[in-house]
């Protein structure tokens, strides 16, 4: 009988338009620990139409920018002038992951700092236009103290 879902790819899979992919691979490899499990690269060219990795057991899905596929669009973040989406990971050191990532080639956007919410948490946009964003579990907040917190912020803009 098959498994209607594949072992270690319950929950969301992140998949990511990387240009390029094999570039994009080995970086998650080294900034992040990735592991890759699969590629299929398109019959004739270096570019990957499909690139399997995990971090920490978990997949996501990268594949190359295929502007001719995506009615002449190209949908790398570089190309669209950003991202909207963050990918967001718990870490055992949030001041360690940032730093990687910052070693192997990523722009931190925000260093690593304790939020009022009780994680520590930095952001790095890697060298591909994607967002990742690193916490480390720090206390718990009461929904008084969060509701306190917000309300010393002050209004955005």
């Given at each position: 009988m098959t498994q209607e879902i594949p072992p270690g790819r319950d929950g969301l899979i992140p998949?990511?338009?990387c240009d390029p992919c094999s570039e994009a691979a080995d970086?998650?490899?080294e900034a992040f620990g990735a592991i890759e499990k699969f590629r299929l690269p398109m019959e004739g060219s270096t570019k990957l139409m499909h690139c399997e990795m995990t971090i920490d057991g978990k997949s996501f899905f990268m594949a190359d920018d295929f502007p001719d596929y995506c009615d002449g669009?190209?949908?790398s973040p570089k190309s669209l002038g950003g991202t909207p989406v963050t990918i967001h990971r718990y870490v055992p050191d949030c001041d360690a992951a940032v730093a990687q990532a910052e070693k192997a080639g990523a722009t931190v956007k925000m260093p690593p700092t304790d939020m009022f919410w009780g994680d520590r948490y930095?952001?790095?946009?890697?060298?591909f236009g994607h967002t990742?964003?690193?916490?480390?579990?720090q206390r718990e907040v009461s929904p008084e103290e969060l509701g306190e917190a917000m309300k010393n912020?002050?209004?955005?803009g």
């Open positions: 998949h990511l338009v970086f998650y490899k669009k190209s949908q930095g952001v790095v946009i890697d060298p990742w964003s690193f916490a480390t579990f912020m002050g209004s955005p």
